[in-house]
């Protein structure tokens, strides 16, 4: 059976993998209303598209961070991805170097930032816990600015894990061939008395909860790659982000991973991008699963969007190439959504394409008279 859309990809990771690492993947935090809420909200955004314009070239190309990328879509940080497939992280950076885009390594990965590197020419970001220990933190750092990572993703709404009960249910531990590679052979001081199947919570144990904006500010001190902050769902967090200097924010809940009953993204979005003023580029994370939840995300005034999910159900699927396939459909849905939406470039991707159902009532527009004919 050919698989037609981002979505078959869960059912059949759902067959392949161990209940352990499927539910691992899968769920979310409590009672899992965010992570539902994720895919819902989209289907409360609707187009409103216009004709009759030439689209016979369409131009998704874009830059994130001064890094041209073939699309506004971009791989998320996701923990331990040889629990999906024997190549993990390989796979899925073969893959995003092959589609011209950014990939995100979770400092979590089952392959390290020199592993990654080595598979090849490709713009990558690495996600960044902060661990107790500042001196563990400035050694992942380096690591990954030596091996030519781009920018720091600093994952910001975790202080503590949040409660995942299919992962309690069933004692999730890191299987015993797999490793988090990149605390290997870094000087752990007080972290290191673990064995690796325990590694894992023992590492989650060890992320700061006393971690604060002060640190963001420490962080440009220890390196000169951008830093992302992920993880902001409010106007007063993005003002601050601004503030702090940032080079930009990604809108997440940690794919409803961590607080439940917060908003979805894309419900969140707007008010973070009106906080942010056009300071910053503003990226969305969660729930897309189609091109048309990506034309969404840009016509609510994201720079671009990052797929998790999709990336671990397809790498399980049909390992390297299906994170191929799954980049490859929701670009070509996410192009078919801008030649009948009549946008041929990103730019003319605007507000007045979609109606959502927080929008009062339009006045009718004034008629925009684009040079008709």
Sequence with gaps: MEITNVTEYEAIAKQKLPKMVFDYYASGAEDQWTLQENRNAFSRILFRPRILIDV?????????LGFKISMPIMIAPTAMQKMAHPEGEYATARAASSAGTIM???????????????????????QLYVYKDRHVVAQLVRRAERAGFKAIALT??????????????????????LTLKNFEGLDLGKMDQADDSGLASYVAGQIDRTLSWKDVKWLQTITKLPILVKGVLTAEDARIAVQVGAAGIIVSNHGARQLDYVPATISALEEVVKAAEGRVPVFLDGGVRRGTDVFKALALGASGIFIGRPVVF????????????????????????????????????????????????????????????
């Design 156 to 177: 910001v709404d975790t202080p503590r894990l949040g409660r995942r009960e299919a992962d309690i249910k069933n004692r999730f531990t890191l299987p015993p061939f």
């Design 56 to 64: 016979s070239k369409i131009d998704m190309t874009t830059t994130v």
């Design 314 to 373: 397809s790498l399980a699927a049909e390992g390297e190439a299906g994170v191929r396939k799954v980049l490859q459909m929701l670009r070509e849905e996410f192009e078919l959504t801008m030649a009948l939406s009549g946008c041929r470039t990103l730019k003319e991707i605007t507000r007045d394409h979609i109606v959502t159902d927080w929008d009062h009532p339009r006045p009718n527009p004034r008629p925009q008279l684009r040079s008709i004919l």
């Design 104 to 126: 995100t390594l979770s400092s979590w990965a089952t392959s390290s930032v020199e592993e990654v590197a080595s598979t090849g020419p490709g713009i990558r970001f690495f």
